[in-house]
C-alpha cells in the first residue's frame, strides 16, 4: 500500500510541476517541467528507499526493485508527456 501512495504522489508533484510550468512559460514551459520533474522524482524515490532501509529496516536489495518501480511509473508519464507536448 505504501508503494502505491508514494506514486501516486509521484503524479501529484508532476501534476504541480506541469501546472508551474505551465503557469510560467506556456505549453513549452510545461514540457520543460515534465523533463525536470524526472531527477527530482529521482530524489524523491531514493529517499523514500532511503527511509525504507534506514527506518524500516529492510535490505536494499528488497529495496531496490521498489525503488525502480517507484521511480519508473511517474518517470514514464512525465517523459510522455514531454514528447507530447510541443517544445
Known amino acids: 500500500m505504501h508503494t502505491v501512495v508514494v506514486i501516486a504522489i509521484g503524479f501529484v508533484v508532476l501534476g504541480l510541476c506541469l501546472v508551474l510550468g505551465h503557469a510560467i512559460a506556456g505549453p513549452a514551459g510545461a514540457a ?37 518501480l517507484v521511480f519508473a511509473i511517474p518517470a514514464a508519464v512525465a517523459l510522455l508527456a514531454w514528447w507530447k507536448l510541443p517544445h
Open 32 to 68: 520543460r517541467a515534465a523533463l525536470c520533474f524526472v531527477p527530482i522524482w529521482f530524489i524523491g524515490a531514493a529517499a523514500n528507499m532511503y527511509v525504507g532501509v534506514k527506518s524500516a529496516g529492510y535490505p536494499v536489495s528488497e529495496e531496490t526493485p521498489v525503488l525502480l
